[in-house]
C-alpha cells in the first residue's frame, strides 16, 4: 500500500492544483477559454491526473472492483443502450 502512495499524491496535487480552472470550466469551455484557461492543457492534466489516481487506486484495491465497475458499460454497447 505505501507504494503507492506518492502516485495518489501525485495525482491528488496535480488535480487540486488546478482547482480555480476546474471552478472556470463548469461555465463552459468557451467561458473558461474567455477567463484565461487554456483548456487544451487543462485535458492534459485532467487525465494525467485521473489516471494517476485510478492505476494506484487499482493497484491497491486490486482489478475485480474495477472490472466489477467497467463490465456492465462494455457490455451495454454489445446488447443495446434500452435497460
Do not use: C, Y
Not at 492534466?45 to 456492465?72: H, K
Amino acid at each position: 500500500m505505501w507504494l503507492v502512495l506518492p502516485f495518489i499524491a501525485a495525482a491528488a496535487a496535480l488535480l487540486l492544483a488546478n482547482k480555480n480552472a476546474f471552478r472556470a470550466l463548469t461555465l463552459g469551455e468557451e467561458a473558461a477559454q474567455s477567463l484565461g484557461v487554456d483548456v487544451a492543457r487543462l485535458r492534459l492534466i485532467v487525465i494525467i491526473g485521473v489516471a494517476l489516481g485510478v492505476g494506484a487506486s487499482v493497484a491497491v484495491a486490486g482489478s475485480i472492483g474495477f472490472i466489477g465497475l467497467m463490465a456492465p458499460h462494455l457490455a451495454r454497447s454489445f446488447v443495446g443502450h434500452d435497460p
